[in-house]
């Protein structure tokens, strides 16, 4: 989780960027404030499990980060929090279960469809493509999240020619194509952290 | 970037505290979470009014807390809603016991916060109706997009509402009222010139010497067109006409006009325009009953405006004209 | 040049109309000459307050004609004060009889403009006394220049006379009353951009990214220093240490504190810049019991602010309490 | 006077540069407004003597340019007016003497000294010039009048190298020098063409 605040600390600028250009330039600021807050309180209080991490990383989120971003990726770590259980250690499939949870958190909040240039064209194959990875006999969940990450990189970018239809972006209509979504590549940033890190350990 | 701050992650919990110092008497102030409440508030037996949003639309909706109007507002960071937590914290501070109704502009931010934050509120027991003022006419293809945003109609529905709450209206009440206001109310807003948001540090958007923005959002949000600069008259008619055929208002219908400055606009500017709308209005047979002319829902310094029209009955006249003492709007 | 406007040499005259529209129970507005009286003028028995100067520094002076402040304004020209024709003919509508009070900014063409217009007056059989409003401490060498200019010292000057008006004090005692806050008042003002006036097209100076004007003057006067750009901290020192020195303010002195936004500063940075100013009186032992936040002495558009400090004592500070309905001040 | 108000006119940017300069901005507007009342007041009433026609010229200045300028140039010719006297045409020293008279009118209104850098430093000079030519033996009108406004135009260009004293330029301090003073280029260009259409009569 560390390692996930630092890469969206890493990207701040990258975001607001990214925001800049198809919304109101403060989603680098929103993620950093958010994994700042995570990781103050995941130093205070150290979670017993992963499902009591996740959720600790879903209320920090919910009370720190404000825009759309907070709901959504809030909701995202509860779902999946939820969807891991009681389960000590996180296998393949239970990775898997989680980001299905995540990704159906964030659609039943912001009722965004794929190729609504949503942070949802990240989520939706990632979740896919760990689910067909965890099918796949000995991955663990490094490889699961690997395969995830790569995923979403594949789904954030096909988010560049897509016209908005939620969000703040989908004011600019037409003019929304050619930039890459924020929150998708947020959605990136934290896949590969958690890869990244799983894979290290 | 040229502002009068400290550090750009400050702005909003400084400027609380200026606002603090500046009405000891009239306002409570909270940093953390950050929330703005009338000093006399819970108000027994009222239904409490709330509401909230990214900060960087001065007064909105800070400078409406008082009394005929709101009883908290929730500021988030700059074009940035609040968290569900800070509009509980406010909300539970404020409810009377009458239930609280929630005033959200329609963003898709403000919508997802202020759910929870009702959630919450109403798992602690509070009652809570939600009013989401979507009344930006700029937005043409709300099914394609997070919908109309909510703009000036927000600064009148608190105002109304929050009169019908002062006079004890019940929670169902004050809902239908602010309904009522948000099903009547148009707007659209252009821009002259960009803001700069502090933690950006750069304008939200680049114009040329010859341009402006028509349909342009309070978070400096793209507009329909970028058009050239054009006089006063063509301005406020590129404005008004949009507005006038959506809801639609018809000859004879009573209005009131609200005209806007986006924040950097001056004074003169801004009464002339409303002078030309204000005959724009009568040329078409309407008759024009109540104004606001003034900076009350910015995006920081702007340079802009926009125009409002509601569409007025006698009870909302008489909502309208009831007493309001806030630290932006009194009479 | 960016601006809401028709015809440049039209945008008093025009905002003049929209005035008349936005406001028409409590203002009557006349155009040539250009003039804008309190609609119940003249008020029997009443001493009359009369003020005006160059257009561009909206609300002032059209901004506060109401009851308990100004029976007329006489807008000029975009910062060009007015001619003595139309100072004279406001102030023949408003004289009750119980003789007209003058407040008049410290500017070569204010000071002889309205000396000219109150000698017609009193050949016309009005007793005239007028007070001239000098408070500006960024003009240091007051014998090598025109003098210290009026600035926002002009505004509590129009309030607290204005009160004393209105309950019925006589000329001679308004006039002391209008002297001693003037006598009592310093204020200092800065800038980050310049303001454009409409007839000449282009910004009144220029300013690098990195500089701001310390000691503007609301016609976007040059002022003690440029220098680079400072925190809120660091800008509300410049302002307020000079005023402090000025009259000088001491310790256990009460004050009325007055943080003026030049027009294009958004509400956040005036309260931010309000909050710092009332923290460094409170550090040097002053009592800040009476306040007054936002844009009511400005330089069109121009993004800065000033301080205004104002020493009370009992019968001011009543006087200042006193209610006020004008378009911009109101309670 | 119609000469007078065409120069006015035709300069009214230069005017307004040099008081951008070191002023507001408006001198320019100023004195075009006030000319062209002028002209419209000589168009509706011809004056039946020189002393009533710069009444008129005073009257109109004072009502319509508001400023320093105005209740200045408006008492310059209110004193010059009376200074004519009844005079039916006007020589050389009645000429001068209306000068002398608009001088002192300036300085009794507007208390600045010579080097003060105002109008003041082109009228006093040009008052001076008028004199000496009038006692001249044959010198008419005309001839007074082009020695003021050439000892004007000298006069007016002593004033880039002062520090404003008076006047919205006084607030500049140092920084006012180098700059041409835009009431004494006014003062110029009035001369001027009362000399031009003085000498073609
Ligand atoms: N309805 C939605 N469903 C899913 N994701 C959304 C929705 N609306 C916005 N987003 C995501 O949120 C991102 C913007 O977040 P952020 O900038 O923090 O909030 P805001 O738009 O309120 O400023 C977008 O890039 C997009 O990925
Ligand atoms: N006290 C004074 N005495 C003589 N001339 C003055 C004085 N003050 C200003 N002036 C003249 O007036 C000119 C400025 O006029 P103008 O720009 O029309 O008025 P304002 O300064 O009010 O904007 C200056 O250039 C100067 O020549
Ligand atoms: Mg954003
Ligand atoms: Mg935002
Ligand atoms: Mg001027
Ligand atoms: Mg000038």
């Not at chain 2, 639609?248 to 004074?267: Q, Y």
Request: charged share 25%; aromatic share 4%.
């Amino acid at each position: 989780m560390r390692s996930a605040a630092n890469s969206v600390s890493e990207h701040r600028d990258e975001l607001v960027e990214l925001d800049r250009a198809i919304g109101d330039g403060d989603h680098g600021e929103n993620m950093e404030r958010g994994f700042l807050a995570v990781r103050n309180q995941l130093e205070l209080t150290v979670p017993e499990s992963p499902a009591a991490a996740l959720k600790s990383v879903a209320t920090s989120l919910i009370s720190s980060v404000g825009g759309a971003a907070g709901p959504l990726f809030g909701t995202a770590f509860l779902r999946a929090s939820t969807a891991v259980g009681d389960a000590e250690t996180l296998d393949g499939p239970t990775v898997a279960a989680a980001l299905r949870a995540a990704l159906d958190g964030v659609t039943a909040r912001g009722k965004a469809e794929r190729e609504d240039k949503t942070m949802v064209d990240a989520l939706a194959p990632a979740a896919e493509a760990a689910e067909a990875a965890s099918t796949t006999a000995g991955s663990g969940p490094s490889a699961v999240l690997r395969a995830a990450a790569e995923a979403a990189e594949t789904g954030a970018r096909t988010t560049v020619s897509l016209i908005a239809k939620k969000g703040r972006a989908s004011y600019l209509g037409d003019r929304s194509a050619g930039h890459l979504d924020p929150g998708a590549r947020s959605v990136v940033l934290l896949l590969n952290a958690f890869a990244d890190v799983t894979g290290a350990e | 970037m040229k502002k009068i701050i400290n550090a750009p992650a400050d702005v909003v919990v400084d400027a609380l505290r200026g606002m603090a110092a500046a009405h000891p008497d009239g306002l409570r102030v909270q940093t953390d979470p950050a929330f703005v409440t009338r000093s006399d508030a819970p108000v027994t037996d009222k239904v409490a009014l709330v509401s909230g949003g990214g900060s960087g639309h001065e007064p909105l909706h800070v400078g409406f807390v008082g009394s005929g109007m709101l009883d908290a507002a929730v500021p988030g960071p700059v074009f940035t809603s609040p968290t569900p937590d800070a509009v509980q914290a406010a909300i539970g501070r404020v409810d009377a016991g009458a239930g609280t109704l929630l005033v959200v502009k329609n963003y898709t931010g403000d919508v997802l916060n202020f759910e929870t934050a009702a959630e919450l509120a109403e798992a602690a027991g509070v009652g809570t109706r939600t009013v989401v003022v979507q009344d930006d006419v700029a937005v043409q293809d709300s099914t394609n997009t997070a919908g109309r945003r909510g703009v000036g109609g927000t600064v009148l529905v608190e105002k109304i509402a929050g009169a019908a709450a002062e006079r004890g209206d019940d929670l169902a009440t004050c809902h239908e009222i602010a309904e009522r206001v948000s099903a009547n109310v148009r707007s659209m807003g252009m821009a002259l010139t960009a803001p700069t948001v502090p933690h950006v540090g750069e304008p939200s958007f680049t114009l040329a010497d010859y341009e402006m923005e028509i349909g342009v959002g309070i978070h400096a949000e793209p507009g329909r067109e970028r058009v050239e600069l054009e006089s006063a008259d063509g301005i406020v008619r590129r404005l008004l006409d949009p507005v006038l055929e959506d809801l639609p208002f018809r000859e004879g219908d009573e209005v009131l006009l609200f005209t806007n400055s986006m924040g950097g606009t001056p004074a003169t500017e801004l009464y002339l325009a409303h002078g030309i709308a204000e005959r724009m209005l009568a040329d078409r047979g309407l008759r024009v009953t109540r104004r606001l002319v003034g900076p009350y829902i910015t995006s920081l310094e702007m340079q802009g405006m926009s125009l409002t029209l509601l569409k007025l009955d006698d009870e909302l006249r008489r909502l309208w004209d009831a007493p309001v003492r806030t630290s932006a709007l009194t009479w």
